[in-house]
């Protein structure tokens, strides 16, 4: 399952290199959608995940309410970290329209699979 993690992290530092976002966009609905984590969990991982930048004090009060699943955030963490760097380098090769556009479109998709979204 820890390749799974990795991916998902490498997926979402790609998104974060590529388009300046990662953790609740990519991060929280794949935790939610594909590694079946309750809501509170996702977040409260995601938070985690992002721990030296940001969140430290969020992630310790969701990690006191049980709520952090540090197996996951460990190799989701080392995939990000890679997967900036990668949607960062990749990112300026593309012309800036199709870069919104395309950060549009994922926007659209994530947000109708929340709403409509069991």
Known sequence: MWVGYLMLGLSAGIASGFFGIGGGIILI??????FGLTQHQAQGTTLAIMIPPIGLLAAIKYYSEGNVK????????????????????FVHKLPGLLVKRLFGILMFVVSLRLIFGK
């Open 29 to 34: 609905p794949a935790l939610l959608f594909l």
């Open 70 to 89: 540090l197996n996951i955030a460990v190799f989701v963490c080392i995939g990000f970290f890679i997967g900036g760097l990668i949607g960062a380098h």
